[in-house]
């Protein structure tokens, strides 16, 4: 069982950066995949980013690649989401989300979810 909070999230001009940050429970952290997904309301979710069990490969939604870089510190437990030049096509609640070892794009795959943090950009 893995148990996620997700902090970080909040209002932020067009063009400016927020740190996501994604703290997990449990011994086995390393022992996870982990992924970003966003949600806007009235939306599907969206997938924005995921990195590998021990870090080495990162994937990215085309949305935001090039501006939001994922990684992890397996040490604290802890997975992060660096957002640069913020557009309010942003604006969404974010997720973090674990997955047992294999690293994957799609949210059914992942079997445990933070509650979100809200992420707003104005323009």
């Known amino acids: 069982q893995v148990q996620l909070v997700e902090s970080g999230g909040g209002l932020v001009q067009a063009g400016g950066s927020l740190r996501l940050s994604c703290a997990a429970s449990?011994?086995?952290?390393?022992?996870?995949?982990m992924g970003w997904f966003r949600q806007i309301l009235g939306k599907e979710r969206e997938f924005v980013a995921a990195?590998?069990?021990?870090?080495?490969?990162?994937y990215y939604a085309d949305s935001v690649k090039g501006r939001f870089t994922i990684s992890r510190d397996n040490a604290k437990n802890t997975v992060y989401l660096q957002m640069n030049s913020l557009k309010p096509e942003d604006t969404a609640v974010y997720y973090c989300?674990?997955?047992?070892?294999?690293?994957?794009?799609?949210?059914?795959?992942?079997?445990?979810w933070g509650q979100g943090t809200q992420v707003t950009v104005s323009s």
């Open positions: 449990g011994r086995t952290f390393s022992s996870y995949a």
């Open positions: 990195i590998r069990m021990s870090g080495g490969s990162t």
């Open positions: 989300a674990a997955r047992r070892v294999v690293v994957s794009t799609r949210d059914r795959d992942y079997d445990y």
